[in-house]
Protein backbone atom coordinates (compact mmCIF):
# COMPACT_ATOMS: atom_id res chain seq x y z
CA UNK A 1 0.00 0.00 0.00
CA UNK A 2 2.85 2.00 0.67
CA UNK A 3 4.32 2.00 -2.36
CA UNK A 4 0.68 2.79 -4.09
CA UNK A 5 0.97 5.49 -2.28
CA UNK A 6 3.79 7.06 -3.32
CA UNK A 7 3.47 6.10 -6.78
CA UNK A 8 0.38 8.43 -6.96
CA UNK A 9 1.87 11.17 -5.67
CA UNK A 10 4.67 11.02 -7.87
CA UNK A 11 2.69 10.92 -10.80
CA UNK A 12 0.59 13.93 -9.18
CA UNK A 13 4.09 15.94 -8.68
CA UNK A 14 5.58 15.13 -12.17
CA UNK A 15 2.82 16.34 -13.27
CA UNK A 16 2.85 19.35 -10.92
CA UNK A 17 6.46 19.99 -12.41
CA UNK A 18 4.88 21.64 -15.29
CA UNK A 19 4.60 25.07 -13.31
CA UNK A 20 8.27 24.98 -11.95
CA UNK A 21 8.76 24.65 -15.95
CA UNK A 22 6.75 27.46 -16.40
CA UNK A 23 8.39 29.60 -14.01
CA UNK A 24 11.86 28.90 -15.70
CA UNK A 25 10.92 29.87 -19.04
CA UNK A 26 8.27 32.87 -18.86
CA UNK A 27 8.67 34.57 -15.86
CA UNK A 28 8.91 37.97 -17.51
CA UNK A 29 5.36 37.54 -18.84
CA UNK A 30 3.97 36.01 -16.12
CA UNK A 31 4.90 39.02 -13.58
CA UNK A 32 3.38 41.24 -16.19
CA UNK A 33 0.14 39.26 -16.13
CA UNK A 34 -0.22 38.93 -12.40
CA UNK A 35 0.29 42.55 -12.01
CA UNK A 36 -2.90 43.54 -13.78
CA UNK A 37 -4.27 40.59 -11.90
CA UNK A 38 -3.37 41.91 -8.70
CA UNK A 39 -4.47 46.05 -9.52
CA UNK A 40 -8.02 44.28 -10.88
CA UNK A 41 -8.78 42.47 -7.82
CA UNK A 42 -8.09 45.44 -5.59
CA UNK A 43 -9.56 47.66 -7.31
CA UNK A 44 -12.77 48.03 -5.07
CA UNK A 45 -10.60 48.40 -2.07
CA UNK A 46 -10.31 51.29 0.06
CA UNK A 47 -6.18 51.53 -0.82
CA UNK A 48 -7.15 50.76 -4.14
CA UNK A 49 -10.04 53.75 -4.46
CA UNK A 50 -7.47 55.66 -2.65
CA UNK A 51 -4.75 55.18 -5.48
CA UNK A 52 -7.14 54.50 -8.52
CA UNK A 53 -6.22 51.19 -9.38
CA UNK A 54 -8.79 51.28 -11.94
CA UNK A 55 -6.97 53.84 -14.41
CA UNK A 56 -3.58 51.35 -13.79
CA UNK A 57 -2.90 49.94 -16.76
CA UNK A 58 1.08 48.93 -16.68
CA UNK A 59 4.24 48.87 -14.32
CA UNK A 60 4.91 52.81 -15.05
CA UNK A 61 1.30 53.91 -14.20
CA UNK A 62 1.56 51.30 -10.96
CA UNK A 63 4.59 53.07 -9.66
CA UNK A 64 3.85 56.64 -10.51
CA UNK A 65 0.64 56.17 -8.44
CA UNK A 66 1.48 54.08 -5.56
CA UNK A 67 4.72 54.71 -3.64
CA UNK A 68 7.06 52.40 -1.69
CA UNK A 69 5.82 51.37 1.39
CA UNK A 70 7.58 50.21 4.58
CA UNK A 71 5.25 48.31 7.64
CA UNK A 72 5.04 51.73 9.39
CA UNK A 73 3.20 53.21 6.56
CA UNK A 74 0.78 50.00 6.11
CA UNK A 75 0.26 48.64 10.27
CA UNK A 76 -2.56 51.43 10.19
CA UNK A 77 -4.04 49.29 7.29
CA UNK A 78 -3.64 46.26 8.59
CA UNK A 79 -4.69 47.10 12.21
CA UNK A 80 -8.06 47.89 10.27
CA UNK A 81 -8.09 44.11 9.17
CA UNK A 82 -6.99 42.77 12.33
CA UNK A 83 -9.91 44.55 14.12
CA UNK A 84 -12.16 42.91 11.25
CA UNK A 85 -12.44 45.69 8.46
CA UNK A 86 -12.98 44.45 5.49
CA UNK A 87 -12.13 45.52 1.47
CA UNK A 88 -8.92 47.41 3.42
CA UNK A 89 -5.55 46.30 1.44
CA UNK A 90 -7.21 43.63 -0.55
CA UNK A 91 -10.81 41.96 -0.97
CA UNK A 92 -12.69 40.63 2.23
CA UNK A 93 -12.12 39.56 5.57
CA UNK A 94 -8.27 38.43 6.64
CA UNK A 95 -8.52 36.49 9.29
CA UNK A 96 -4.67 34.84 9.27
CA UNK A 97 -1.45 37.35 9.85
CA UNK A 98 2.20 35.60 9.76
CA UNK A 99 3.93 37.23 12.57
CA UNK A 100 7.50 38.30 11.65
CA UNK A 101 10.51 37.35 13.05
CA UNK A 102 11.73 40.37 14.34
CA UNK A 103 15.18 40.41 13.12
CA UNK A 104 16.10 43.97 12.31
CA UNK A 105 13.44 45.76 14.57
CA UNK A 106 11.86 45.10 18.68
CA UNK A 107 8.36 45.88 16.92
CA UNK A 108 5.88 42.95 15.99
CA UNK A 109 5.02 43.09 12.63
CA UNK A 110 1.65 41.22 10.95
CA UNK A 111 2.06 40.51 7.92
CA UNK A 112 -1.64 40.02 6.25
CA UNK A 113 -2.22 36.29 4.83
CA UNK A 114 -5.44 36.35 2.58
CA UNK A 115 -7.23 33.22 1.37
CA UNK A 116 -5.73 33.29 -1.97
CA UNK A 117 -2.29 34.00 -0.40
CA UNK A 118 -3.05 30.38 1.22
CA UNK A 119 -4.32 28.70 -2.03
CA UNK A 120 -1.66 30.51 -4.59
CA UNK A 121 1.30 30.87 -2.43
CA UNK A 122 1.93 29.33 0.58
CA UNK A 123 0.36 26.06 0.01
CA UNK A 124 1.17 25.21 -3.77
CA UNK A 125 5.03 26.16 -3.22
CA UNK A 126 5.41 23.26 -0.59
CA UNK A 127 4.01 20.95 -3.41
CA UNK A 128 6.80 22.82 -5.86
CA UNK A 129 9.43 22.14 -4.04
CA UNK A 130 8.69 18.49 -3.44
CA UNK A 131 7.74 18.20 -7.16
CA UNK A 132 11.48 19.40 -7.71
CA UNK A 133 12.78 16.73 -5.79
CA UNK A 134 10.62 13.39 -7.36
CA UNK A 135 11.81 14.69 -10.93
CA UNK A 136 15.40 14.69 -9.97
CA UNK A 137 15.12 11.53 -7.37
CA UNK A 138 12.52 10.10 -9.11
CA UNK A 139 12.89 7.03 -7.08
CA UNK A 140 12.06 8.91 -3.76
CA UNK A 141 10.06 7.40 -1.28
CA UNK A 142 8.82 10.40 0.81
CA UNK A 143 5.53 9.26 0.36
CA UNK A 144 5.67 5.58 2.10
CA UNK A 145 6.97 7.16 4.86
CA UNK A 146 6.74 10.18 7.34
CA UNK A 147 8.03 13.50 7.31
CA UNK A 148 8.79 15.88 10.48
CA UNK A 149 7.07 18.81 10.23
CA UNK A 150 6.82 21.18 13.05
CA UNK A 151 7.03 24.85 13.22
CA UNK A 152 5.98 28.09 15.40
CA UNK A 153 2.66 28.65 17.39
CA UNK A 154 -0.77 29.93 17.01
CA UNK A 155 -2.50 32.49 18.91
CA UNK A 156 -5.96 34.33 19.33
CA UNK A 157 -5.64 38.16 18.22
CA UNK A 158 -7.00 39.67 22.01
CA UNK A 159 -8.73 42.96 20.61
CA UNK A 160 -10.63 40.43 17.91
CA UNK A 161 -10.55 36.34 19.02
CA UNK A 162 -11.67 35.83 15.11
CA UNK A 163 -8.32 36.29 13.80
CA UNK A 164 -5.32 34.29 14.62
CA UNK A 165 -1.58 35.50 14.62
CA UNK A 166 1.78 33.14 14.40
CA UNK A 167 4.64 32.26 12.98
CA UNK A 168 4.30 31.99 8.91
CA UNK A 169 5.53 28.03 9.41
CA UNK A 170 2.48 27.51 11.84
CA UNK A 171 0.10 28.88 9.18
CA UNK A 172 1.25 26.47 6.44
CA UNK A 173 1.09 23.82 9.20
CA UNK A 174 -2.67 24.82 10.27
CA UNK A 175 -3.49 24.85 6.84
CA UNK A 176 -1.93 21.31 5.35
CA UNK A 177 -4.21 20.07 3.09
CA UNK A 178 -5.74 16.59 3.78
CA UNK A 179 -4.37 14.50 1.44
CA UNK A 180 -1.40 15.03 3.18
CA UNK A 181 -1.56 14.72 6.82
CA UNK A 182 -1.45 11.31 6.70
CA UNK A 183 2.04 11.72 5.56
CA UNK A 184 3.18 14.24 8.85
CA UNK A 185 4.52 13.47 12.08
CA UNK A 186 4.13 15.07 14.76
CA UNK A 187 0.81 15.63 15.63
CA UNK A 188 -0.12 19.05 14.71
CA UNK A 189 -1.11 19.67 18.79
CA UNK A 190 2.32 19.14 19.43
CA UNK A 191 3.73 20.76 16.23
CA UNK A 192 2.32 23.89 17.31
CA UNK A 193 2.79 23.91 20.62
CA UNK A 194 4.09 27.41 22.52
CA UNK A 195 6.71 26.03 24.89
CA UNK A 196 9.74 24.76 22.42
CA UNK A 197 11.62 23.26 25.48
CA UNK A 198 8.89 21.03 25.84
CA UNK A 199 7.99 20.64 22.18
CA UNK A 200 11.11 18.85 21.38
CA UNK A 201 10.34 16.15 24.21
CA UNK A 202 6.92 16.06 22.63
CA UNK A 203 8.57 15.11 19.54
CA UNK A 204 10.76 12.53 20.11
CA UNK A 205 8.07 10.48 22.01
CA UNK A 206 5.80 10.51 18.59
CA UNK A 207 8.57 10.33 16.05
CA UNK A 208 11.31 8.04 17.89
CA UNK A 209 9.41 5.20 16.26
CA UNK A 210 8.35 6.61 13.14
CA UNK A 211 10.75 5.59 9.79
CA UNK A 212 11.13 9.53 8.95
CA UNK A 213 12.30 10.29 5.49
CA UNK A 214 11.86 14.00 4.66
CA UNK A 215 12.12 16.88 7.54
CA UNK A 216 12.12 20.51 7.05
CA UNK A 217 12.86 23.72 9.34
CA UNK A 218 15.11 25.94 10.63
CA UNK A 219 18.67 24.27 11.16
CA UNK A 220 19.51 25.59 14.44
CA UNK A 221 16.33 23.88 15.95
CA UNK A 222 16.53 21.12 14.28
CA UNK A 223 20.09 20.63 15.42
CA UNK A 224 18.49 20.91 19.13
CA UNK A 225 16.69 18.31 18.39
CA UNK A 226 19.38 15.94 16.91
CA UNK A 227 21.22 16.05 20.28
CA UNK A 228 18.26 15.25 22.51
CA UNK A 229 17.96 12.38 20.26
CA UNK A 230 21.21 10.95 20.81
CA UNK A 231 21.00 11.93 24.23
CA UNK A 232 17.77 10.13 24.52
CA UNK A 233 18.76 6.82 22.34
CA UNK A 234 22.30 7.07 22.98
CA UNK A 235 23.15 5.91 19.34
CA UNK A 236 25.77 7.72 17.63
CA UNK A 237 23.75 9.09 14.44
CA UNK A 238 20.41 9.88 13.62
CA UNK A 239 20.56 7.44 10.29
CA UNK A 240 20.68 5.40 13.39
CA UNK A 241 16.96 6.19 14.47
CA UNK A 242 15.96 7.56 10.74
CA UNK A 243 17.60 5.05 8.14
CA UNK A 244 15.39 6.27 5.08
CA UNK A 245 15.82 10.09 6.13
CA UNK A 246 17.34 11.64 2.62
CA UNK A 247 15.86 14.70 2.38
CA UNK A 248 16.21 18.18 4.11
CA UNK A 249 14.40 21.20 3.29
CA UNK A 250 15.92 24.21 4.89
CA UNK A 251 15.44 28.13 4.91
CA UNK A 252 15.45 31.09 7.44
CA UNK A 253 19.17 31.35 7.78
CA UNK A 254 22.25 30.51 5.87
CA UNK A 255 23.06 26.57 6.12
CA UNK A 256 26.82 27.08 5.31
CA UNK A 257 27.39 27.90 9.00
CA UNK A 258 25.84 24.53 10.22
CA UNK A 259 26.59 21.87 7.33
CA UNK A 260 29.33 19.91 8.58
CA UNK A 261 26.99 19.43 11.59
CA UNK A 262 24.35 18.10 9.97
CA UNK A 263 26.84 15.95 7.81
CA UNK A 264 27.82 14.45 11.63
CA UNK A 265 24.81 13.93 12.62
CA UNK A 266 23.58 12.39 9.20
CA UNK A 267 26.79 10.39 7.76
CA UNK A 268 24.01 8.65 4.91
CA UNK A 269 23.73 10.34 1.62
CA UNK A 270 21.26 13.07 2.15
CA UNK A 271 19.93 15.86 -0.66
CA UNK A 272 19.37 19.54 1.05
CA UNK A 273 17.08 21.59 -0.36
CA UNK A 274 16.88 25.35 0.22
CA UNK A 275 13.71 27.07 0.62
CA UNK A 276 12.89 31.07 0.54
CA UNK A 277 10.27 31.08 3.04
CA UNK A 278 9.28 34.70 4.80
CA UNK A 279 6.65 36.05 6.80
CA UNK A 280 5.68 38.25 3.18
CA UNK A 281 5.85 35.28 0.65
CA UNK A 282 7.10 31.85 -0.39
CA UNK A 283 9.84 33.60 -2.63
CA UNK A 284 12.69 30.46 -3.58
CA UNK A 285 13.10 27.12 -4.01
CA UNK A 286 16.47 25.46 -5.08
CA UNK A 287 15.38 24.07 -8.62
CA UNK A 288 18.40 21.91 -8.73
CA UNK A 289 19.95 19.72 -6.30
CA UNK A 290 23.57 20.62 -5.33
CA UNK A 291 23.28 24.04 -6.67
CA UNK A 292 23.76 27.21 -4.30
CA UNK A 293 21.01 29.41 -5.87
CA UNK A 294 17.09 28.83 -6.11
CA UNK A 295 14.87 29.55 -8.52
CA UNK A 296 12.70 32.80 -8.14
CA UNK A 297 9.07 32.19 -7.86
CA UNK A 298 6.97 34.13 -10.38
CA UNK A 299 3.69 32.89 -10.42
CA UNK A 300 2.82 32.47 -6.67
CA UNK A 301 0.69 35.47 -6.09
CA UNK A 302 3.60 37.72 -5.71
CA UNK A 303 5.00 40.76 -7.92
CA UNK A 304 8.63 41.50 -7.69
CA UNK A 305 10.28 44.75 -7.87
CA UNK A 306 14.26 45.79 -6.90
CA UNK A 307 16.22 48.34 -5.42
CA UNK A 308 19.74 48.16 -5.73
CA UNK A 309 20.97 48.30 -2.28
CA UNK A 310 23.43 51.31 -3.05
CA UNK A 311 20.24 53.44 -3.40
CA UNK A 312 18.31 52.70 -0.41
CA UNK A 313 19.73 55.74 1.15
CA UNK A 314 18.41 57.86 -1.35
CA UNK A 315 15.18 59.84 -0.96
CA UNK A 316 13.73 58.33 -4.04
CA UNK A 317 14.70 55.15 -4.76
CA UNK A 318 14.58 53.49 -8.19
CA UNK A 319 13.06 50.60 -8.63
CA UNK A 320 13.01 47.75 -11.67
CA UNK A 321 11.33 45.34 -12.76
CA UNK A 322 12.35 41.86 -13.29
CA UNK A 323 13.41 41.84 -16.83
CA UNK A 324 15.79 44.74 -16.03
CA UNK A 325 17.94 42.98 -13.04
CA UNK A 326 21.51 42.21 -13.63
CA UNK A 327 23.50 39.56 -12.40
CA UNK A 328 25.48 39.98 -9.11
CA UNK A 329 23.96 43.20 -7.97
CA UNK A 330 22.58 43.29 -4.64
CA UNK A 331 18.89 44.44 -4.74
CA UNK A 332 16.57 45.03 -1.97
CA UNK A 333 13.00 42.87 -2.55
CA UNK A 334 10.04 44.79 -2.86
CA UNK A 335 6.64 43.23 -3.44
CA UNK A 336 3.13 43.69 -4.05
CA UNK A 337 1.11 40.27 -3.29
CA UNK A 338 -2.09 38.88 -2.87
CA UNK A 339 -3.36 39.49 0.08
CA UNK A 340 -2.82 42.83 0.03
CA UNK A 341 1.04 44.17 0.22
CA UNK A 342 1.51 47.12 -1.99
CA UNK A 343 5.35 47.94 -3.11
CA UNK A 344 6.01 47.00 -0.02
CA UNK A 345 10.04 46.86 1.12
CA UNK A 346 10.13 43.82 3.12
CA UNK A 347 14.16 44.18 4.29
CA UNK A 348 15.62 41.35 3.01
CA UNK A 349 18.58 41.65 0.07
CA UNK A 350 19.25 39.47 -2.63
CA UNK A 351 21.54 38.94 -5.67
CA UNK A 352 20.31 37.05 -9.25
CA UNK A 353 23.21 33.89 -9.93
CA UNK A 354 21.00 33.56 -13.12
CA UNK A 355 18.36 35.14 -15.54
CA UNK A 356 17.85 32.03 -17.95
CA UNK A 357 16.12 31.08 -15.31
CA UNK A 358 16.03 33.54 -12.85
CA UNK A 359 18.03 32.35 -9.70
CA UNK A 360 18.72 34.28 -6.68
CA UNK A 361 20.85 34.07 -3.78
CA UNK A 362 19.92 35.68 -0.36
CA UNK A 363 22.49 37.98 1.07
CA UNK A 364 21.01 39.82 3.90
CA UNK A 365 18.99 42.24 5.06
CA UNK A 366 18.53 46.06 4.28
CA UNK A 367 19.26 47.00 8.10
CA UNK A 368 21.50 44.54 9.01
CA UNK A 369 25.04 45.11 7.36
CA UNK A 370 28.42 46.40 8.24
CA UNK A 371 29.50 49.79 6.57
CA UNK A 372 30.85 51.11 9.88
CA UNK A 373 33.97 51.98 7.97
CA UNK A 374 32.81 51.57 4.38
CA UNK A 375 33.30 47.72 4.35
CA UNK A 376 29.87 47.00 3.12
CA UNK A 377 29.49 43.43 4.53
CA UNK A 378 26.88 41.31 4.23
CA UNK A 379 25.44 38.30 6.24
CA UNK A 380 26.21 36.17 3.13
CA UNK A 381 29.98 37.60 3.53
CA UNK A 382 30.12 36.74 7.17
CA UNK A 383 28.24 33.17 6.63
CA UNK A 384 30.60 31.86 4.16
CA UNK A 385 33.69 33.79 5.97
CA UNK A 386 33.05 31.47 9.24
CA UNK A 387 31.81 28.24 7.76
CA UNK A 388 34.93 28.46 5.54
CA UNK A 389 37.35 28.79 8.63
CA UNK A 390 35.62 26.43 11.26
CA UNK A 391 36.25 23.52 8.16
CA UNK A 392 39.63 24.58 8.58
CA UNK A 393 40.43 24.73 12.01
CA UNK A 394 38.25 21.71 12.25
CA UNK A 395 35.53 23.35 14.60
CA UNK A 396 32.01 23.89 14.01
CA UNK A 397 28.97 26.64 15.09
CA UNK A 398 26.22 27.13 16.98
CA UNK A 399 25.79 30.73 16.75
CA UNK A 400 26.95 34.47 16.18
CA UNK A 401 26.53 37.93 15.76
CA UNK A 402 28.76 40.72 14.95
CA UNK A 403 28.72 44.53 15.71
CA UNK A 404 31.55 47.27 15.15
CA UNK A 405 34.05 48.36 17.57
CA UNK A 406 33.83 52.31 16.85
CA UNK A 407 37.21 54.06 16.48
CA UNK A 408 38.49 56.16 19.25
CA UNK A 409 41.45 58.12 20.14
CA UNK A 410 43.73 55.44 20.98
CA UNK A 411 41.40 52.15 18.88
CA UNK A 412 41.12 52.12 15.48
CA UNK A 413 37.91 50.29 14.60
CA UNK A 414 37.00 46.85 14.32
CA UNK A 415 34.30 44.11 14.07
CA UNK A 416 33.32 42.43 17.55
CA UNK A 417 32.42 38.76 16.97
CA UNK A 418 30.57 36.72 19.79
CA UNK A 419 30.44 33.30 18.81
CA UNK A 420 28.80 30.22 20.51
CA UNK A 421 30.89 27.40 18.97
CA UNK A 422 29.94 23.38 18.94
CA UNK A 423 33.19 22.19 18.89
CA UNK A 424 35.84 24.68 19.50
CA UNK A 425 38.51 25.44 17.80
CA UNK A 426 42.01 24.24 19.27
CA UNK A 427 43.77 27.83 18.50
CA UNK A 428 41.86 30.30 18.87
CA UNK A 429 44.22 32.51 17.48
CA UNK A 430 45.13 30.75 14.35
CA UNK A 431 40.96 30.74 14.11
CA UNK A 432 40.95 34.67 14.37
CA UNK A 433 43.64 35.19 11.62
CA UNK A 434 41.79 32.52 9.16
CA UNK A 435 38.44 34.03 9.69
CA UNK A 436 39.94 37.54 8.70
CA UNK A 437 41.43 36.00 5.39
CA UNK A 438 38.33 34.27 4.35
CA UNK A 439 35.79 37.73 5.10
CA UNK A 440 39.22 39.63 2.51
CA UNK A 441 38.50 36.83 0.26
CA UNK A 442 34.75 36.96 0.34
CA UNK A 443 34.38 40.60 0.32
CA UNK A 444 36.71 43.18 -1.48
CA UNK A 445 35.80 46.20 0.43
CA UNK A 446 36.34 44.34 4.14
CA UNK A 447 39.72 43.28 2.07
CA UNK A 448 40.58 47.08 1.11
CA UNK A 449 39.78 48.66 4.40
CA UNK A 450 42.03 46.09 6.46
CA UNK A 451 45.29 46.41 4.31
CA UNK A 452 47.75 47.21 6.35
CA UNK A 453 45.31 47.95 9.61
CA UNK A 454 45.01 51.37 7.78
CA UNK A 455 41.13 51.51 8.48
CA UNK A 456 40.43 48.16 10.50
CA UNK A 457 42.41 46.25 12.89
CA UNK A 458 41.97 42.19 13.10
CA UNK A 459 38.48 41.03 13.75
CA UNK A 460 37.78 40.93 17.69
CA UNK A 461 36.48 37.20 19.25
CA UNK A 462 34.35 36.79 22.28
CA UNK A 463 33.24 32.69 23.12
CA UNK A 464 29.80 32.79 24.63
CA UNK A 465 28.93 29.90 26.59
CA UNK A 466 26.23 27.38 25.44
CA UNK A 467 22.94 28.45 25.39
CA UNK A 468 23.70 32.09 25.60
CA UNK A 469 21.94 32.58 22.59
CA UNK A 470 18.74 30.75 23.02
CA UNK A 471 18.82 32.34 26.51
CA UNK A 472 18.37 35.95 25.23
CA UNK A 473 15.86 34.96 22.49
CA UNK A 474 13.79 33.57 25.57
CA UNK A 475 14.30 36.98 27.45
CA UNK A 476 12.76 38.49 24.33
CA UNK A 477 10.15 36.46 23.51
CA UNK A 478 11.52 35.17 20.96
CA UNK A 479 12.47 31.61 20.85
CA UNK A 480 11.87 29.23 18.66
CA UNK A 481 9.47 29.24 15.23
CA UNK A 482 11.54 31.37 12.49
CA UNK A 483 13.27 33.36 15.20
CA UNK A 484 17.10 33.86 15.11
CA UNK A 485 19.81 36.18 16.57
CA UNK A 486 20.69 39.04 14.11
CA UNK A 487 23.93 38.29 12.57
CA UNK A 488 25.28 41.80 12.11
CA UNK A 489 24.26 44.83 13.74
CA UNK A 490 25.15 48.72 12.97
CA UNK A 491 25.16 49.54 16.83
CA UNK A 492 26.38 47.81 19.49
CA UNK A 493 23.00 47.02 21.83
CA UNK A 494 22.43 43.46 20.91
CA UNK A 495 26.15 43.01 21.73
CA UNK A 496 26.54 44.17 24.92
CA UNK A 497 23.48 42.57 25.64
CA UNK A 498 25.27 39.11 25.21
CA UNK A 499 28.29 40.07 27.08
CA UNK A 500 26.37 41.21 29.84
CA UNK A 501 24.03 38.39 29.91
CA UNK A 502 27.01 36.08 29.44
CA UNK A 503 28.76 37.95 32.54
CA UNK A 504 31.63 38.83 30.49
CA UNK A 505 33.58 41.74 29.77
CA UNK A 506 35.03 42.79 26.43
CA UNK A 507 37.87 40.89 26.93
CA UNK A 508 38.25 40.68 23.04
CA UNK A 509 40.60 37.51 21.77
Given at each position: ?25 NSVQLQKELLQKLINKAE ?5 QSYHYKSITNRSDFIQAV ?208 VYNASEGYFGVQDVIGRD ?217
Amino acid sequence: MAAILNGIMKTYLRRRFKRIESMRHNSVQLQKELLQKLINKAEQTEWGQSYHYKSITNRSDFIQAVPLQDYESLQPFIHQMMMGKADVLWPGSTKWFAKSSGTTSNQSKFIPVSKEKLRQCLVPSGWDALSIYYEQRPEAQLFSEKSLIYGGSLYEFPSNPSVKFGDVSAIMIDHIPKVAKPFCSPSQEVALMPDWEHKIDRIINECLYENITMMSGVPTWNIVLFKALLEVTGVDHIHDIWPDLSLYLHGGVSFDPYRSQFEEFLPHHMDYLEVYNASEGYFGVQDVIGRDDMLLMTNNGMYYEFIPVSEMSSNSPTSVSLEDVEIGINYAIVVSSCSGLWRYVIGDTIEFSTTQPYRIRVTGRTRQFLNTFGEELMVSNTDKAIALAAEQCQASIADYTVAPINLTSDQKGAHHWLIEFEKVPTDMSSFRFILDSNLKKVNEDYAAKRYKDLAMTLPQIDVLPNGTFNKWLKDKEKLGGQHKVPRLSSNRLIVDELLQMAHLQQSYV
